[in-house]
């Protein structure tokens, strides 16, 4: 446990069963939310801060890019344990979005994605993936009183729906108002598809903006780059976002890498169409990133722009998502396994 997977009031309590008044939790907090490292703390006394030494958040910014081409930044931020996860600042008209991970790796095996490389090393804690967003917004010369991050999503790596509780958690405290008080309709949780998880998210009472990576129109061509198309089909997780929709009302986006020579012919368009035109949903369609380790090959934007045509004439809401960032490792666990084999 660190300080930084509790809430106010749990940190509070913290010192009051320390011995110590109830007013120095609201200072370890406050330290905590602008990013602080215990040695930047000067308004405790000595002997407090050794006493929370050892539940003091050690986690770090170890290296930061930003691209020439669009100003996108990269980090990589490494905790207590040594372990090392990335994350990705971009910059839009309407603020700045911060992508972060939730698990040291991932375990879900997705063939287009990086993070999976290594396999699930371990879950982040609440605080932990608090954490990114808490130094990133230091970075940018914020604090608790003076946020510069508005909008989050759960898509760096890893498997947010693995996670669950400390995700849940994690949600609860970011939207909390003692904190950043970031709306939850600000943040954007992205799931390969954990269906009984997607029932939990909207039955906790949530209402983050739901996004599946489907990347395909049917469960065979699924199975090709993604695993768990072997435990839940395609008309399953549907079903779980039209439950979801039900219960929030926030319309559920699909991620749509297009992939040469898989999932980009007319006939997917096609399919695609018949399986979501009754569902409240967007498609975001995404040249692939391509990893070296894989052998799967991007379709070309004027392509992309052609499947959303396609999407766009069976009444779909579909756009090409916009590639940020590519000139510094932009797609997920590129820059994390660059960083492990010192290459960066």
Same mark, same amino acid.
């Given at each position: ?15 009051? $069963? $320390? ?33 929370? $030494?050892?539940?003091? #958040? ?40 911060? +992508? ?5 790796? +991932? ?5 287009? +994605?990086?993070?999976? @490389? ?7 804690? *609440? ?29 760096? %790596?890893?498997? #947010? ?15 909390? %108002? ?10 954007? @949780? ?25 990347? *395909? ?22 079903? *779980? +976002? ?17 992939? $040469? ?17 009754k569902l409240t949903c967007h498609i975001n369609v995404i040249p692939l990133n391509e990893v070296k380790e894989r052998k799967l090959k991007s379709a070309t934007r004027k392509e992309c722009y052609e499947f959303v045509e396609l999407l766009e004439k069976g009444e779909l809401s579909a756009t090409v998502r916009r590639t940020m960032?590519?000139?510094? *490792? ?15």
């Open positions: 446990m660190i300080l930084a997977d509790l809430s106010l009031q749990e940190i509070e309590d913290f010192v009051v $069963k $320390k011995g110590l008044p109830k007013f120095r939790g609201r200072q370890i907090f406050d330290a905590i939310y602008n990013g602080k490292g215990l040695n930047e703390i000067s308004n405790l006394p000595k002997n407090l801060l050794e006493e929370i $030494k050892a539940f003091y #958040p050690k986690y770090e910014i170890v290296k930061k890019l930003v691209s020439k081409e669009d100003g996108t930044a990269k980090y990589i931020f490494r905790f207590d344990d040594g372990n090392i996860v990335e994350g990705v600042l971009m910059n839009y008209k309407y603020g700045k979005t911060l +992508c972060i991970s939730t698990q040291v790796g +991932c375990r879900m095996g997705c063939k287009f +994605c990086a993070s999976t @490389l290594k396999g699930l090393i371990r879950n982040l804690s *609440a605080g932990e993936i608090l954490g990114q967003v808490l130094l990133v917004n230091k970075d940018l010369g914020g604090g608790l009183k003076d946020r510069k991050i508005t909008n989050i999503v759960l898509m760096g %790596s890893g498997e #947010p729906l693995d996670n669950y509780e400390n995700v849940a958690m994690f949600l609860k405290l970011i939207s909390s %108002s003692d904190g950043l008080n970031i709306s939850q309709r600000n943040i954007s @949780l992205s799931t390969c598809g954990l269906v009984p998880k997607i029932y939990n998210l909207a039955d906790d009472g949530f209402n983050v903006t739901l996004t599946i990576s489907l990347h *395909a129109s049917n469960d065979e061509v699924r199975k090709q780059t993604m695993p768990i198309a072997n435990r839940y089909s395609i008309d399953e997780i549907i079903e *779980a +976002c039209q439950y979801y929709f039900n219960k929030t009302g926030r319309r559920v986006v699909f991620e749509y890498t297009l992939i $040469k020579g898989l999932n980009d012919g007319k006939d997917c368009a096609n399919e695609l169409i018949k399986r979501l035109k960032g590519e000139d510094i *490792a932009g797609a997920c666990g590129q820059l994390r396994n660059s960083y492990l084999e010192g290459k960066i």
